[in-house]
């Protein structure tokens, strides 16, 4: 029986982390429409925060590529000074970007709502 306590506790702590992160990234974090999104990133840091194989598979025109993985060691390449738009594949990573880069100080991030597979714009593939 107290096995099944120790499940359940374990269930709620999960689904309380999950409440809170997802409140927490909506917060600091920006979710934009393709169309208010091309409405503000070429004034903006463009950055793709998918895994370089993925970046090369075919990003939006003028992205940088910084992946979420390399985040923490490059995230001083980024200007405080200016409005960052991130975008990932589908959002997920996008968050946990957003998330770190609060932490660190910035504050006008943006997010692709839907990720880059909701994208139908311009794209560049190596």
């Not at 990234?25 to 993925?54: C, S, V």
């Not at 993985?69 to 990573?93: A, F, G, H, V, W």
């Amino acid at each position: 029986m107290s096995s099944l306590y120790f499940l359940i506790a374990i269930l709620v702590a999960v689904i309380a982390y999950s409440v809170f992160t997802y409140f927490n990234q909506k917060r600091i974090m920006k979710k934009l429409t393709e169309e208010e999104f091309r409405a503000g990133y070429r004034k903006a840091q463009l950055i793709d925060i998918r895994e370089p194989n993925e970046f090369d598979g075919g990003h939006i025109l003028g992205a940088r590529n910084l992946p979420l993985s390399q985040m923490r060691q490059r995230y001083k390449e980024l200007r405080t000074d200016q409005p960052i738009y991130l975008y990932c594949q589908n959002e997920t990573r996008s968050g946990r970007a957003a998330q770190l880069l609060h932490k660190k100080g910035y504050t006008d991030i943006n997010c692709l709502k839907g990720g880059f597979k909701q994208w139908s714009g311009r794209i560049k593939k190596k």
